[in-house]
């Protein structure tokens, strides 16, 4: 009885703590920062927890609706942020009830979170079992996607959408649809949006994984000129290796390939650019990089200064060399000088100069996600 007596008074307490107005807002706010960094993995642990709470306090919730109503708003938003990694179960669930509410999330793309849902699903066969579970999920949801038109809910929609296209859609009939329902009065701009996201989602779940525009995993390769390609839903897209473009495809080669694929695909990328441009050094010492890890740093020996009167006897070819090595030399002096001192120091810098890349892509995009991925290994 004692014991008994204890745990109710504990029970009482952690209540008292979850139903406060200070618990609330911290909730609130944790909750802000992870739908605003799409931070998929800490959306999974923290609707998870939610969901440990709601039932283990279930009697009590009952009493307390506005809490029990704030906490099952918490659970669903982060489970669209945590779409790719739910069970298959819980995402057709998610989809069939709370479709509509993925718009109170800030920019967020349904099509990009069910991309990395298919792939994490290993087998082909698997993958479009899913897409077909989600298919007949949404063609029987009930929810109310616009207001005032005659049709409101998704699978009348679906239906008017279906009837008037076919199975097989056509891309010009499919724009001149969309430009009808412009046209409609009763619409605003934002249910047109909220349209238009439910026909693509659909669209994308009649697709194959067997066929090239329904394989969702993107492909890298490199052609028998040297240049490199991303191979994407069945459309083979040119990577450019300059300036930014070449900067993102260095981070995606590191995070998709281990280190002989990215020596590999680095060694190729070479020999396209000549040896005293930007994008030859950038490669050359990525390269250099790769080798060394986890080899003991040596000391560098200095060479001695080459005198001008030896110089002079070189060969133009062999005097612009020596010129670029000791240009080198001295930025690899000067790389290694910035290297040292505090690790923590060290640390903390490369946490800024992260958080600054992050404000220049998206939250849904590859390399959001890589940068986030560092910024958790730090």
Not at 105 to 115: E, F, G, S, T, V
Request: proline share 2%; net charge positive.
């Amino acid at each position: 009885m004692f014991d008994n007596n204890q745990q109710s008074q504990k029970n009482i307490k952690n209540l008292d703590k979850i139903f406060s107005a200070e618990a609330i807002g911290k909730t609130q706010e944790i909750t802000t920062q992870i739908i605003r960094t799409d931070n998929f993995k800490r959306a999974l642990e923290w609707f998870r927890l939610f969901e440990r709470i709601l039932q283990k306090y279930k009697k009590e919730f009952q009493v307390n609706k506005e809490a029990a109503s704030f906490y099952e708003k918490i659970i669903v938003k982060c489970k669209f942020i945590a779409f790719p990694l739910l069970r298959d179960e819980e995402a057709i669930a998610l989809i069939r009830d709370y479709f509509t509410w993925q718009f109170r999330i800030p920019d967020y793309d349904l099509l990009a979170k069910l991309k990395y849902k298919i792939i994490n699903i290993p087998l082909f066969e698997a993958q479009d079992e899913f897409r077909e579970k989600l298919k007949k999920a949404i063609l029987a949801s009930d929810l109310h996607i616009t207001k005032n038109s005659k049709v409101r809910s998704i699978k009348k929609w679906l239906i008017d959408y279906s009837s008037r296209l076919g199975l097989k859609v056509d891309n010009l009939k499919r724009r001149q649809y969309l430009t009808d329902l412009e046209k409609n009065k009763d619409l605003n701009k934002h249910e047109i949006h909220k349209l238009t996201v439910l026909f693509n989602f659909y669209e994308k779940l009649k697709l194959s994984t067997f066929e090239p525009s329904g394989f969702e995993q993107d492909v890298f390769m490199t052609a028998k000129n040297g240049k490199n390609y991303i191979f994407k839903q069945g459309i083979l897209e040119a990577i450019k290796d300059r300036g930014k473009d070449f900067t993102r495809y260095k981070e995606i080669i590191k995070k998709l390939y281990p280190k002989k694929a990215q020596l590999e695909e680095l060694q190729k990328m070479l020999a396209n650019y000549q040896e005293d441009s930007i994008e030859y050094k950038a490669i050359e010492d990525e390269i250099e990089k790769l080798q060394n890890k986890g080899k003991k740093k040596t000391s560098k020996t200095i060479p001695e200064p080459v005198s001008n009167d030896s110089e002079r006897q070189k060969p133009k070819g062999e005097s612009e060399k020596s010129q670029n090595s000791e240009r080198i030399l001295s930025e690899t002096q000067a790389e290694s000088k910035e290297k040292r001192g505090d690790d923590q120091e060290g640390k903390m810098q490369k946490k800024q100069e992260l958080q600054k890349m992050l404000q220049q892509y998206k939250p849904n995009s590859m390399e959001y996600k890589a940068i986030m991925d560092e910024l958790d290994n730090l």
